[in-house]
């Protein structure tokens, strides 16, 4: 089994920072991509951003300049860097990634999503 484990959700102002941090564990063999994707009360769940294995990124255009997509190959973590937060950031963001396991062939897994709440 693969799982993954989300934390760094909070409350925070407009104008503020908050990171979100993603670790994976289980029967890993490799991790293709990683991505983060969120969804707020009454919206369809978005791609906010994917890495690759080889660390290209994509950004969504409503949160290019502002978020930061990385990972660690070694320890099969993700984290997004979120700045210049605004109340439209608003929502539940989840971790996404996947790969191949050691016994089991392809994966994909999501995490339990975390809350990021922007407001004065």
């Known amino acids: 089994q693969v799982q993954l484990v989300e934390s760094g959700g909070g409350l925070v102002q407009p104008g503020g920072s908050l990171r979100l941090d993603c670790a994976a564990s289980?029967?890993?063999?490799?991790?293709?991509?990683m991505a983060w994707y969120r969804q707020a009360p009454g919206k369809q769940r978005e791609l906010v951003a994917t890495?690759?294995?080889?660390?290209?990124?994509n950004y969504a255009d409503s949160v290019k300049g502002r978020f930061t997509i990385s990972r660690d190959n070694a320890k099969n973590t993700v984290s997004l860097q979120m700045n210049s937060l605004k109340p439209e950031d608003t929502a539940v963001y989840y971790c996404?990634?996947?790969?191949?396991?050691?016994?089991?062939?392809?994966?994909?897994?999501w995490g339990q999503g975390t809350l990021v709440t922007v407001f004065s």
């Open positions: 996404n990634a996947g790969g191949y396991s050691d016994l089991r062939g392809s994966f994909e897994v």
């Open positions: 289980g029967s890993i063999f490799s991790i293709n991509y």
């Open positions: 890495i690759t294995s080889g660390r290209s990124t």
